[in-house]
């Protein structure tokens, strides 16, 4: 992970976090969400097309769509509601002091940061060259199927999707991603939760950020 640049004045921190279907994005998205409230999540999966948009790429021989590609979502709308929250919370972020060299919202219940999190959101520039920490959460081939099954989509998955879409895809986004990206932290999804968590605080400390003592809905 390069040293953190210092943030400008109005610009919240802004975390990617990407990886294999199923490695824990969005639990380590939401926790973050409970330690740092006022911060706010985009989840890739909200911006899914609707089932009979003819945008889809539709997989002829198994009868489904291809879920797993960067056509199946609403780029332009995730990129919008991505700029939309930056800019909102970099409004409401700078009211409060000085901390460690970088401005934030002061006070004991930390500082908002802009969460986006998906399977292909670090895929789109426009989000990927805008956060200050990229995460990719891996699993191995073996290690998604066994999570997968024990998961329920709409639509549900059809016989061979998993093989013939979902772990080819993947592979082929994250090669991108390697491509493009140095400065993505690789974490094994399979690694203790609690162990994942601590690792990305210590890198949001980084910018001066420290989080709420008490997770949110925490009464005593
Ligand atoms: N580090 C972890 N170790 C073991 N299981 C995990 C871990 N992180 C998440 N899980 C479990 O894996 C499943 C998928 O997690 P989720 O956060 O929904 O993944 P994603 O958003 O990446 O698809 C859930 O049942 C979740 O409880
Ligand atoms: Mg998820």
């Known amino acids: 992970m390069p040293d953190p640049s210092p943030l400008s004045w109005r610009e919240p921190l802004i975390l990617g976090i990407t990886g294999t279907t199923n490695a824990g994005k969005t639990t380590l998205a939401n926790k973050l969400l409970e330690r740092f409230p006022g911060s706010r999540i985009i989840h890739q999966d909200?911006?899914?097309?609707?089932?009979?948009?003819?945008?889809?790429?539709?997989?002829?021989?198994?009868?489904?769509?291809?879920?797993?590609?960067?056509?199946?979502?609403?780029?332009?709308?995730?990129?919008?509601?991505?700029?939309?929250?930056?800019?909102?919370?970099?409004?409401s972020g700078h009211e409060g002091q000085y901390l460690n060299g970088h401005t934030a919202q002061g006070g004991a219940r930390g500082q908002p940061m802009l969460i986006v999190e998906g399977i292909l959101v670090l895929n789109i520039p426009e989000i990927s060259d805008a956060c200050n920490l990229k995460y990719f959460l891996h699993l191995?081939?073996?290690?998604?199927?066994?999570?997968?099954?024990?998961?329920?989509?709409?639509?549900?998955?059809?016989?061979?999707?998993?093989?013939?879409?979902?772990?080819?895809?993947?592979?082929?986004?994250?090669?991108?991603?390697?491509r493009r990206y140095k400065d993505i932290c690789y974490i094994e999804g399979t690694?203790?939760?609690e162990k994942i968590f601590q690792k990305v605080l210590c890198d949001i400390a980084g910018y001066g950020y420290s989080p709420s003592t008490k997770p949110l809905g925490t009464t005593s």
């Open 191 to 193: 690694d203790d939760p």
């Open 46 to 91: 909200d911006f899914f097309r609707a089932k009979d948009d003819p945008a889809h790429e539709h997989v002829e021989n198994l009868d489904h769509h291809n879920w797993d590609c960067l056509s199946a979502i609403k780029v332009d709308e995730l990129i919008q509601t991505f700029y939309k929250y930056r800019d909102e919370l970099g409004k």
């Open 140 to 178: 191995t081939e073996e290690e998604c199927k066994a999570r997968r099954l024990l998961r329920n989509y709409d639509p549900p998955d059809v016989p061979g999707y998993y093989e013939q879409v979902v772990y080819p895809m993947h592979e082929y986004y994250s090669a991108q991603l390697h």
